[in-house]
C-alpha cells in the first residue's frame, strides 16, 4: 500500500469532512458510485445524440466526399501532375500528413500502455479515448500513403509474396521497412484496443437491444466476468502493454530512418529517432487533450469521469514532452549548424529567412514559448478552453515541423540549378479530406464505442481510500493484483 497524497490536518471534525468531500469532489478515483450507474451514465452518453452531431456529421461526410472522392480520383485519372510534386521535391504534403498523422497514433499507445506500465492513476478513465486515436490515426497515415503512391492500383507491389514477374520490394529501403513497420503497429495497436474494451462490449451486450446487441453480442466473445476470463485478460493486457511499447519507438524511429539515411543536407542526422519520437508524443498528447476538452464538453455525463485532473495531468505531461523536443531540437540544430557543410549553412539559412521562415518562427514560439510559459500555471492547465488552444497551436506547429523538415529541405541541395519551391496543389484538399474523416469516424465511434471503460475506473476506485494518520487524512492506493 502506498500512501499517495497528504494535506494539512485539520483542525475539527467539520474541516475534516470539508476536507475529505473536497477530495472526491476533486478525483474521480475517491468519488465512486454503484458499478451500474456508472453504466448507464456511460450507455447515456453513447445514446444521446443532439441534431447538431448529426448536422456536424453530415457537413464532415459531405468534405470526405467531396475531397477523397473527387479530388483524389481528379489526381487518379490526370496524374500526379495536378499536385505539387516535382523534382527536386518528390516528397511533399502527403508525406506530411503521413508522418504527423503516425505521430497522432503514438498518444494511444503512450497513454494506455507506457502509463499501464508505470501504474499512473489519472489514465484510467480516458485510455479508451486515446487508444481510438491510435488507430483512426494511422488510418489516415495510410491513405496518406496511397495518395503519395499515385498509382493506387499498382500497391500490392508493396507486399513481398512470390510472383511471377521476379519483382521484390527493396529491402534496402526504409519505405519496405515502414510498409512493414505501420502494418505491424496497425494490428497491434488494434488488437491492444480490442482487449480492454470486451468487458465493456459485454456491458452494452447485455444493456442494448436491437442490432446494437447483435453487434455487441458478437463482439464481447461471450464475455461473462468470470474469474478465469479475468485472469486471461490481464495477463493478455499487460502482454500486450510490454510488447507494443518497443513497436511504438520503432514505428516512428523507422520513419526517421526514411530521412536519416538520405544523403541530403540537414537530413543526415544520426538524432532524428529520438527526435522524431518525441515529436510524435508531443503532437500526440496534444491532441489527446484536445479530443478529451471536446468528449468532456459535448457528451453527457462525460464531466464525472474526465475532471480538471486530469487535464491538469496531460498538461505536466505536454509541458515535460515540450522541453525534451526543445532539447532534441536545438541539439540537432546545432550539430548541422556547427559541422561547418556549405550546403547545410544554406539550407538552416533558408529555413530562417526564406519565404517561410514565418513558418520556423511559428514552430518555435507554438512549440516551445507558448508551453512553457503558460503550462507551468495549475489555473491554465486545469481550464479546458486553455489547454485546448494551447493542444491546438501544438499540433499547428508539429505540422509545421513535418513540412520545414520534408518539402522546404528538399527545395535546396547540392545543385543549385534545380531550386525550386514547393507549390501544393491538390494536396490541401486531400489534407482537408484525411482530417475530415478522422474527425467522422471518431464521432461515429463514440456513439458505437464506450467511451470510457468503467471496469478499469471502477477497479481504481476500489484500490483508492481515504485513510487517517494520526491528524492527518491522506490518499492511499493498494495494489489489487
Known amino acids: 500500500m502506498a500512501v499517495l497524497a497528504n494535506s494539512a490536518a485539520p483542525h475539527s471534525h467539520a474541516e475534516e469532512h470539508d476536507h475529505a468531500a473536497h477530495l472526491r469532489e476533486e478525483h474521480l478515483m475517491l468519488d465512486p458510485r454503484p458499478r451500474g450507474e456508472m453504466n448507464a451514465m456511460v450507455m447515456e452518453s453513447m445514446l444521446t445524440t443532439s441534431w447538431k452531431f448529426w448536422v456536424i456529421s453530415a457537413i464532415l461526410a459531405v468534405v470526405v466526399v467531396i475531397c477523397l472522392g473527387y479530388y483524389w480520383g481528379l489526381m487518379i485519372s490526370e496524374g500526379l501532375g495536378v499536385a505539387g510534386i516535382n523534382r527536386p521535391i518528390y516528397w511533399g504534403i502527403f508525406l506530411v500528413n503521413t508522418v504527423f498523422w503516425i505521430g497522432i497514433s503514438h498518444a494511444g499507445t503512450f497513454v494506455s500502455a507506457l502509463l499501464r506500465v508505470f501504474k499512473a492513476e489519472f489514465r484510467r478513465p480516458f485510455t479508451r479515448a486515446a487508444e481510438l486515436m491510435t488507430t483512426f490515426g494511422l488510418v489516415q497515415a495510410g491513405l496518406s500513403i496511397f495518395m503519395h503512391m499515385g498509382r493506387i492500383w499498382l500497391a500490392y507491389w508493396l507486399f513481398p509474396y512470390p510472383n511471377e514477374r521476379g519483382l521484390w520490394p527493396n529491402f534496402h529501403s526504409p519505405l519496405s521497412w515502414d510498409f512493414l513497420a505501420i502494418n505491424t503497429y496497425l494490428l497491434s495497436s488494434t488488437m491492444y484496443l480490442f482487449l480492454p474494451l470486451i468487458p465493456d462490449l459485454a456491458m452494452a451486450r447485455d444493456r442494448s437491444t436491437g442490432w446494437r446487441k447483435v453487434v455487441y453480442r458478437t463482439l464481447a466473445l461471450g464475455f461473462r466476468g468470470t474469474e478465469g476470463e479475468w ?251
Open 231 to 481: 485472469t486471461h485478460l490481464r495477463f493478455a493486457m499487460n502482454l500486450f502493454a510490454f510488447a507494443i511499447l518497443p513497436v511504438m519507438f520503432s514505428v516512428h524511429t523507422i520513419v526517421s530512418w526514411d530521412f536519416a539515411a538520405a544523403m541530403r543536407p540537414g537530413w543526415s542526422s544520426t538524432i532524428f529517432g529520438p527526435y522524431f519520437v518525441i515529436g510524435a508524443l508531443q503532437s500526440g498528447l496534444s491532441a489527446v487533450a484536445m479530443v478529451l476538452i471536446v468528449v468532456r464538453g459535448t457528451m453527457k455525463n462525460m464531466k464525472y469521469f474526465i475532471r480538471p485532473e486530469h487535464l491538469d495531468a496531460l498538461g505536466k505531461l505536454m509541458l515535460i514532452i515540450s522541453m525534451s523536443w526543445a532539447y532534441f531540437f536545438f541539439n540537432d540544430y546545432m550539430v548541422q549548424w556547427y559541422n561547418g557543410d556549405k550546403w547545410t549553412d544554406i539550407l538552416l539559412k533558408f529555413h530562417e529567412e526564406g519565404p517561410l521562415g514565418w513558418m520556423w518562427y511559428a514552430m518555435l514560439i507554438f512549440n516551445v514559448a507558448i508551453p512553457w510559459l503558460t503550462l507551468w500555471n495549475k489555473n491554465i492547465r486545469r481550464n479546458p478552453t486553455a489547454l485546448f488552444i494551447i493542444g491546438f497551436l501544438v499540433n499547428i506547429a508539429m505540422w509545421f515541423e513535418r513540412y520545414i523538415i520534408i518539402p522546404t529541405s528538399l527545395s535546396i541541395n547540392r545543385f543549385p540549378f534545380t531550386y525550386q519551391f514547393y507549390k501544393p496543389g491538390v494536396e490541401i484538399p486531400l489534407s482537408i479530406g484525411t482530417l475530415a474523416l478522422f474527425i467522422l469516424l471518431y464521432m461515429l465511434a463514440s456513439r458505437i464505442v464506450p467511451l470510457v471503460p468503467v471496469w478499469e475506473v471502477q477497479e481504481g476506485q476500489m484500490a483508492h481510500s481515504l485513510r487517517k494518520f494520526g491528524k492527518e487524512t491522506v490518499v492511499t492506493v493498494s495494489d489489487l493484483e
